[in-house]
């Protein structure tokens, strides 16, 4: 018997070495839905819908988020708090951020009451960069 016809001799069929890819493709198709799935999900924050109108994109900031959803609450960086203790934390919370602006999103179906309160608050507290959120207008040509 020679090496060349290996143990089974001449008539043994010839060793192929294929990658099956449909297992791989399976395999990643099933991850891509997860990933669909999870990833609303896995993102965190206040879910605020806010009004649309001609604006300029924010900076890359370290800016203090105030927002306002459509029931009234009211949230610093994604900590609900009562218009009380917003009004005594806000100072607190910009001096310790080392004085940013901060920013106030509003949702389009909120009270223009507790939206004006807000701002009004931040004034009293003497934060002057105070700046509104809004959607970017696409424009139809």
């Known amino acids: 018997m020679s090496l060349?016809?290996?143990?089974?001799?001449?008539r043994s069929l010839p060793l192929t070495a294929d990658i099956n890819l449909i297992?791989?493709?399976?395999?990643?198709f099933t991850?891509?839905?997860?990933?669909?799935?999870t990833a609303p999900i896995l993102q965190g924050?206040?879910?605020?819908?806010?009004?649309?109108?001609?604006?300029?994109?924010?900076?890359?900031?370290?800016?203090?988020?105030?927002s306002i959803d459509r029931e009234g609450s009211i949230y610093i960086i994604?900590?609900?708090?009562?218009f009380d203790e917003f009004k005594s934390a806000i100072a607190d919370v910009w001096k310790q951020?080392?004085?940013?602006?901060?920013?106030?999103?509003?949702?389009?179906?909120?009270?223009?009451?507790?939206?004006?309160k807000v701002i009004a608050a931040?004034?009293?507290?003497e934060i002057d960069a105070?700046?509104?959120?809004a959607e970017p207008e696409f424009k139809r040509r």
């Open 4 to 10: 060349r016809n290996g143990l089974y001799g001449a």
């Open 23 to 28: 297992n791989l493709v399976d395999v990643a």
């Open 31 to 37: 991850l891509l839905i997860i990933f669909m799935i």
């Open 45 to 66: 924050g206040v879910e605020i819908r806010v009004p649309q109108a001609e604006v300029a994109p924010l900076p890359a900031s370290d800016a203090i988020i105030v």
């Open 78 to 82: 994604d900590a609900k708090v009562t």
């Open 97 to 116: 951020k080392g004085s940013p602006p901060v920013y106030v999103q509003g949702d389009e179906a909120a009270s223009y009451g507790i939206v004006l």
């Open 122 to 125: 931040l004034k009293a507290a």
């Open 130 to 133: 105070v700046g509104l959120i």
